[in-house]
Nanobody
Framework: QVQLVESGGGLVQAGDSLTLSCAVS????????MAWFRQAPGREREFVAH????????YYGDSVKGRFTISRDNTKNTVYLQMNYLKPEDTAVYYC????????????????WGQGTQVTVSS
């Protein structure tokens, strides 16, 4: 059974940093690309970051570029999202997702999803 379990969310102030983790089990982690998406109330799910399982294929959404960093530890089957200089508009439920292909895509092309973790940034 494939499981993606996010953790690390919480309530922070604008300008703070936060690191999210996503522990993956039930699939060959080192052969899956991993991504982070987020969804705020009343809005569509938004792409945040993607890192392929091989090569330098790393992508960021425009709204987080330069502030967020995606990384992965294949020895721990875990993907991370380091978030710096958080803004109130970063408030959302953050989801990790996995797909076999290397490139990023819309939410529909990711095969597996976590349950999400809430990040709230106060002004």
């Amino acid at each position: 059974q494939v499981q993606l379990v996010e953790s690390g969310g919480g309530l922070v102030q604008a300008g703070d940093s936060l690191t999210l983790s996503c522990a993956v089990s039930g699939l060959p982690f080192n052969m899956f690309s991993m991504a982070w998406f987020r969804q705020a109330p009343g809005r569509e799910r938004e792409f945040v970051a993607h890192r392929s399982w091989i090569g330098p294929n790393i992508y960021y959404g425009d709204s987080v570029k330069g502030r967020f960093t995606i990384s992965r530890d294949n020895t721990k089957n875990t993907v991370y999202l380091q978030m710096n200089y958080l803004k109130p508009e970063d408030t959302a439920v953050y989801y990790c997702a996995a797909r076999r292909a290397m490139d990023r895509g819309t939410p529909a092309v990711y095969d597996y999803w976590g349950q999400g973790t809430q990040v709230t940034v106060s002004s």
